[in-house]
């Protein structure tokens, strides 16, 4: 098969080494709503028309993701380019967990590009990625991030084996990186776990727990520091979920990073600090979402 050309002209490989690319702007309409002004979504991706919820911030558009393949699977290559136009709020995730599919060759990439304008509002956060056994993961995710802008990002991962038999994922490598239009980074975590060392549960590595989140938070000046604050006292009272919150460099905004025992723990903690840095940013707090 390996560059044998197909009747079309095309080999089979080189059909499986294309990248999938979707591209989502939104805008703010006269009125003050916003909306998807462009959109390209090609296949696995999928949108439902945008929601617009109680109690949060006037005109602000929820839109929810979802994937025509059930997940992740060998060979994929998707890439989502997503702009907040300025003056524009909007609350991107997904409808389920993407589940990552086991696979016998090769490995799945997913990258994901914000660009927040002045005065926008950007929220990114997908449920987890949930990590089968066998499965081989590069996913990226960077923010570009105008003065003047807002953006709360997160991502997390959790393990499942549905057979019962304890196996793990072969590896995950996870970048993230926040910067300013011009290039200059302000943020950038990047790791590479492969499942035999995640099933040691070595301390200092992820111990006791199965799940672990990244939040970042940009804001910036006095309002960095009330929004470490008011994250901190949320996920207090998270049972059995280890978190650490600091400040970004030149206090531009917040980090947490979670550890949870399982998902339901991971999430709760995540919709916490979530609910948190809104509230800090706008002065509302989230009605949950329905999922």
Wanted: proline share 7%; net charge negative; charged share 20%.
């Amino acid at each position: 098969m390996n560059g044998t050309p197909t009747p079309a002209g095309r080999s089979e490989r080189s059909y499986f080494d294309q990248p999938v690319r979707a591209h989502l702007v939104f805008s703010r309409d006269p009125v003050g709503r916003t909306y998807v002004s462009r959109q390209y979504m090609p296949y696995p991706f999928h949108i439902c028309r945008p929601l617009y919820i109680e109690h949060d911030p006037p005109g602000m558009a929820t839109l929810y993701v979802q994937s025509c393949s059930a997940g992740l699977l060998q060979h994929d290559d998707l890439r989502t380019s997503i702009v907040v136009e300025p003056n524009a709020q909007v609350h991107y995730t997904t409808a389920t967990p993407t589940i990552v599919h086991s696979m016998e060759e090769s490995q799945a990439k997913q990258e994901t590009f914000i660009e927040a304008l002045p005065e926008s509002l950007a929220e990114y956060l997908p449920e987890p990625l949930i990590l089968f056994p066998r499965s081989r993961l590069r996913s990226s995710l960077c923010v570009s991030a105008h003065e003047g802008s807002s953006v709360i990002a997160g991502e997390s991962f959790l393990l499942h084996d549905f057979s019962g038999a304890d196996g793990v994922f072969d590896w995950f490598e996870s970048e993230m990186q926040i910067q300013r239009p011009e290039g200059t980074v302000l943020a950038r975590d990047r790791f590479r776990l492969s499942g035999d060392l995640f099933r040691e549960r070595r301390p200092g590595v992820n111990g006791e727990f199965a799940a672990q989140g990244s939040l970042v938070v940009l804001a910036g000046g006095q309002l960095s520091d009330a929004i470490i604050g008011a994250i901190r006292d949320e996920l207090a009272s998270s049972a059995n979920v280890y978190a650490g919150v600091s400040a970004l460099r030149d206090r531009c905004g917040v980090w947490t990073r979670l550890l949870a025992p399982n998902g339901l723990a991971l999430r709760g903690a995540m919709v916490a600090a979530w609910a948190a840095a809104r509230e800090g940013l706008t002065g509302l707090s989230p009605a949950p979402r329905r999922k």
